[in-house]
């Protein structure tokens, strides 16, 4: 009986063992379990989180690249803002529900703070039925003081108490023809810019499939910055940085760029691309490293004698890519509904302008002023279609419309030379000479209120664009040629704009111009002469030796590149927006 007993002890002691076993194997199951839906639960909050945040960041990349290509093409901007030469219309600050008044009066929606931010932005992202919440972000924008072109947006997203951020910093920019130094088109292949010539802000070229669109030797340099104060001379007496804003006698940064859409370049001697201590933003040719040629093995040696020097260095990185405008190409349909943009010159110069036709004065809007000095002082000197505008020289093809002057008017028997120009002005089928330093006034109307911009244009409809010379529709700048800023910041460069545009052929022999230009087919500078705006031309030369299609052989010469920003004339805002297209670049991306 007592061996019973005991076995029956024995007996309830292993089941017990065995319930405390099965009861710690059922608790472990559990706990492990509860562990493993904490961590799938903590995993999924997470990864909701960080959708949160890229959600939050992809909402106002997509707002902020929207905005800028709205603000591109209309051309809206405050009034009279620091045209700086790195200008950014997004610098001034944001007006996301585009009030236009409030832009133009400098009133904006939100503004940058002392530490370059605006923000933070809040939102709610919802599941895909709509109905339940995911997550919350908060985006705050961030602008680099030292880019106006360059901006980051940081979101941090929240779901379930997790956290998550994604931050992204993006290159905003116009690619377009007047945001370069020099904008050179297919005319530009097996083409040079050497022999000491220096450019001083980008340069684009569209160049041609397999061929040289730079060969560049000697000291040529493409530097990213200038000093109007201390490098240069005077014209007329006066010297060249009074000519000019107080804030654009200085540039340190001129977002320069090399871009080279087809074919390569060829660089040898001492050219210089950017300095170590200032380097140019970007390099980009073709198919990347393989088209650029350095004799000497100095492509990737960045020093101040010879070398590229440049932030990146790569191919040819826009996917819409910019095209070289045409007189018949098509215009900017938001500044002109004509199917060409020689149509747009003509309407603008008809309607608020001034047109000379083959010789013969077009009748101004609201017909001709009847008296003796509109005939002997426009109409007669107007009848040479070979004109000069020297010393001596009086032509007054102003008149009045609606209260507004138009025309222009030529005064060189003052000293310097005085040239006005009112709205567009139009001469079709001649050629212009301006052998006299003069100072130009500029002046027209942007809707109601008159801004100091306004077009001169010189055209030959017959002889259409190529390498065939023109008998018209060429210019020569045979002397100084800079604003009137006589009457202080409102007259001086960039607030005082006249731009130059020949259909075919321009030649600067004059040592100091400054003007945005447009040479339909060459534009030609000589010789320690200076550009200062820019020049758009199908084929760049810095030279006076060779044919009129040779630009091998290079001279000291120099363009530097002044933003115009908004205070563009209108023809060059009506050239085809194909010919300036904003880009929006990724340059850095992170998740944490």
């Known amino acids: 009986m007592a061996h019973q007993t005991g076995n029956r002890g024995v007996a309830l002691v292993t089941a017990l063992a065995i319930l405390v076993v099965v009861a710690l194997l059922v608790l472990g199951v559990s706990f492990s379990t509860r562990i493993e839906l904490f961590v799938t639960r903590n995993d999924t909050t997470s990864t909701q ?6 959600a939050g960041l992809q909402a106002y990349k997509v707002q902020l690249f929207q905005y800028y290509r709205w603000l591109e093409s209309t051309g809206v901007t405050q009034v009279n803002p620091a045209r700086t ?18 832009i133009q009066n400098g009133t904006f929606q939100y503004t940058w703070s002392s530490s370059n931010s605006i923000g933070p932005f809040t939102g709610t992202v919802l599941d895909a039925s709509g109905t339940s919440t995911v997550g919350t972000y908060s985006v705050t924008l961030y602008r680099d003081p030292n880019n106006n072109n360059r901006y980051s947006i940081t979101s941090v997203g929240t779901s379930n108490g997790a956290k998550s951020t994604a931050r992204a910093t993006f290159t905003i920019q116009n690619s377009g023809v007047l945001e370069q130094a020099i904008f050179a088109g297919t005319g530009q292949a097996n083409k040079s810019l050497n022999g000491g010539a220096t450019i001083r802000g980008g340069i684009y070229v569209v160049g041609a499939p397999s061929t040289t669109a730079i060969d560049a030797n000697g000291n040529f340099s493409l530097l990213n910055s200038y000093d109007l104060v201390t490098d240069y001379g005077s014209a007329n007496g006066t010297q060249i940085a009074q000519y000019v804003t107080s804030q654009n006698q200085v540039a340190n940064n ?28 970007g390099v980009y040719v073709g198919s990347g490293t393989a088209d650029i040629s350095y004799q000497g093995n100095f492509l990737n040696t960045c020093t101040q004698t010879k070398g590229v020097c440049t932030d990146d260095l790569g191919k040819f990185n826009l996917s819409n890519p910019p095209t070289f405008p045409t007189f018949d190409g098509p215009p900017n349909s938001q500044e002109c509904t004509q199917s060409t943009w020689r149509a747009c010159i003509h309407a603008d110069a008809v309607s608020h302008g001034f047109q000379a036709i083959n010789g013969a004065v077009t009748t101004p809007p609201g017909g001709a002023p009847n008296n003796g000095d509109w005939i002997n002082n426009c109409v007669t000197p107007m009848a040479t279609r070979d004109l000069v505008l020297g010393a001596g020289t009086f032509i007054n093809c102003t008149y009045n419309y609606n209260g507004r002057t138009y025309g222009f008017k030529f005064d060189g028997t003052v000293t310097p030379a005085q040239f006005e120009v009112y709205g567009s002005v139009d001469l079709s089928g001649y050629n212009v000479s301006i052998e006299t330093s003069t100072e130009y006034t500029a002046a027209s109307y942007g809707g109601t209120n008159a801004t100091n ?13 190529g390498p065939v010379a023109c008998t018209y529709g060429n210019v020569n700048l045979d002397a100084d040629l800079v604003p009137n800023a006589s009457g202080g910041s409102a007259d001086q460069f960039p607030n005082n704009v006249l731009g130059i545009i020949a259909e075919h052929d ?38 006076s030796a060779g044919s009129k299609t040779d630009c091998t052989a290079g001279q000291k010469s120099e363009v530097v590149y002044i933003n115009t920003a908004n205070n563009k004339p209108a023809l060059l805002k009506q050239i085809s927006p194909k010919a300036g297209i904003p880009t929006f670049a990724v340059d850095s991306y992170e998740l944490k």
């Open 49 to 54: 989180a960080n959708y949160v945040a890229q």
């Open 85 to 102: 030469a790195c200008f950014n219309r997004l610098s001034y600050g944001l007006e996301l529900d585009r009030n236009v008044s409030n």
């Open 254 to 281: 001129l977002c320069a760029t090399l871009r080279v859409e087809q074919g390569n370049i060829a660089l040898g001697g001492s050219t210089v691309l950017g300095q170590p201590t200032n380097k140019l933003l």
């Open 453 to 465: 911009n306004a077009s001169f244009v010189v055209e030959d409809p017959s002889c259409g664009q």
């Open 506 to 543: 321009m030649y600067q022999r004059g040592q100091y111009v400054m003007a945005p230009v447009y040479a339909g087919n060459t534009f030609r500078i000589i010789k320690d002469n200076v550009l200062f705006g820019s020049v758009i031309s199908n084929m760049f030369c810095t030279t």
